[in-house]
């Protein structure tokens, strides 16, 4: 069974840094799409950044370009998220999302077929 579990959300403060992971069993990470996605309060849920199927390419959205670095240890079978320059706009549940599919594109949420629960990252001005 596919199982994806996030780590490292918490409370910062604007201009700081944060790293999530996401640890990641039954898939191949590298053979798989896998990544990050956000649901602010009252908003849909974004991608944020992911690797595209069996390629290795990288993602990201146009708002986190220059301060979020997606990383991963296939050996690890972990997903990273380093966020550097957090902004309050940055506040959201972080999800991690995984598929064996190619298409739709990883950033986009509805091409996940497997989610972790979430974890909380809060940027207080």
């Known amino acids: 069974e596919v199982q994806l579990v996030e780590s490292g959300g918490g409370l910062v403060q604007a201009g700081g840094s944060l790293r999530l992971s996401c640890a990641a069993s039954?898939?191949?990470?590298?053979?798989?799409?896998i990544g990050w996605f956000r649901q602010a309060s009252g908003k849909e849920r974004e991608g944020v950044s992911c690797?595209?199927?069996?390629?290795?390419?990288?993602y990201y959205a146009e708002s986190v370009k220059g301060r979020f670095t997606i990383s991963r240890d296939n050996a690890k079978n972990t997903v990273y998220l380093q966020m550097n320059s957090l902004k309050p706009e940055d506040t959201a549940v972080y999800y991690c999302?995984?598929?064996?599919?190619?298409?739709?594109?990883?950033?986009?949420?509805?091409?996940?077929?497997?989610w972790g629960k979430g974890t909380l990252v809060t940027v207080s001005s």
């Open positions: 690797f595209g199927s069996g390629d290795g390419r990288t």
């Open positions: 999302g995984a598929t064996g599919a190619s298409w739709p594109p990883c950033l986009h949420y509805s091409a996940m077929d497997y």
């Open positions: 039954g898939i191949t990470s590298d053979e798989d799409a």
